[in-house]
């Protein structure tokens, strides 16, 4: 196992080096000038090519690259033009109400969604199937703003029983986790009976209902352990879309985090926070793939030793 981790561990590091090289050239194609933007509109041109001196965008873009990657090593992001404050500090006060809302989202989700894949897996073509694959088909089909802004209208304007935005509890949670995850607890509902309903055909399942095995225990302890692959894939995957993809959600809900931070900063073309979040985006993706791939070795051993 200890193998298998180091031989994936290794193919992260050249995946890590070419994502900061396309987020770096991908800041520099945005329209605008960033010293234009920080000495501000009465500025004169000589204050101007100053400021551009002193950011250092007057070197050519590889030195301005080696310059980035070396103070992104001793752990500096740079400051931000907007606001003058250190980028880290920043994405530090918005980092906690993204993972929060990411994890009850996905949490709830993946719950749910495998106790409808595995119902309707089970009681294939009879009404728990068709109702929970009805579900399944009415999260993916509903936008997210539009539910969100629906769940505000009823449960925070009408009834009065949950906040309208910001994270001033942890009942501030509750709207915006469901929204953002009913998409995905959609998603794992349908692979996870795909998934179960491949995995019921297998001989094992066969010969454990043949000894005369409880059917929780065929359905439960055989049957879904070994269809978690696919799950774990489409989870995993999910996990880094929604730390990445909670801007819409953030909005909709006035909450202070990463993906609300992105939508500020693309306003006032902070290119230093943009440039250090898509960053952070991709990394959080490659290390989700990572561990992803981890569990791969843990729930079929047949991986890691095909590996060796």
Request: charged share 10%; no cysteine.
């Given at each position: 196992m200890g193998r298998y981790a180091?031989?994936?561990?290794?193919?992260?590091?050249?995946?890590?080096?070419?994502?900061?090289v396309l987020v770096f050239m991908f800041i520099h194609l945005i329209p605008g000038d960033p010293a234009r933007l920080v000495a501000g509109k009465d500025a004169t041109l000589e204050e101007i090519n100053g400021i551009r001196e002193q950011l250092g965008l007057n070197l050519p873009l590889w030195q301005q690259y080696i310059h980035y990657m070396g103070k992104l090593l001793h752990g500096d992001l740079g400051d931000s033009l907007r606001s003058g404050l250190p980028v880290s500090d920043m994405l530090k006060s918005r980092f906690m109400p993204t993972v929060i809302l990411t994890f009850l989202s996905l949490g709830w989700?993946?719950?749910?969604?495998?106790?409808?894949?595995?119902?309707s897996a089970v009681n294939r073509n009879r009404w728990p199937d068709y109702a929970g694959m009805l579900t399944a088909i009415s999260g993916i089909s509903v936008p997210g703003f539009w539910l969100g802004l629906v769940f505000i209208q009823i449960f925070s304007v009408e009834l009065g029983w949950f906040p309208t935005g910001g994270v001033d509890s942890w009942s501030s949670y509750v709207l915006p986790s469901i929204t953002l995850g009913a998409g995905i607890m959609s998603m794992l509902a349908r692979f996870s009976r795909s998934s179960m309903l491949e995995t019921m055909r297998e001989d094992y399942i066969r010969t454990g209902r043949a000894k005369g095995l409880r059917e929780f225990v065929v359905v439960g302890r055989h049957a879904l352990r070994n269809s978690l692959i696919q799950v774990v894939t489409v989870a995993g995957l999910q996990f880094g879309f929604l730390l990445g993809g909670s801007v819409m959600v953030e909005t909709v809900f006035s909450i202070p985090g990463l993906g609300?931070?992105?939508?500020?900063?693309?306003?006032?073309?902070?290119?230093?926070?943009?440039?250090?979040?898509l960053l952070l985006f991709a990394t959080q993706?490659?290390?989700?793939?990572?561990?992803?791939?981890m569990l791969y070795g843990v729930l079929n051993p047949k991986i890691r030793y095909a590996s060796n």
């Open positions: 180091l031989q994936r561990l290794l193919g992260v590091i050249p995946l890590l080096f070419v994502v900061s989700a993946l719950v749910i969604g495998l106790l409808i894949g595995t119902i609300r931070l992105l939508v500020d900063s693309i306003a006032f073309r902070d290119y230093t926070v943009i440039q250090a979040l993706f490659i290390l989700i793939n990572l561990i992803v791939d």
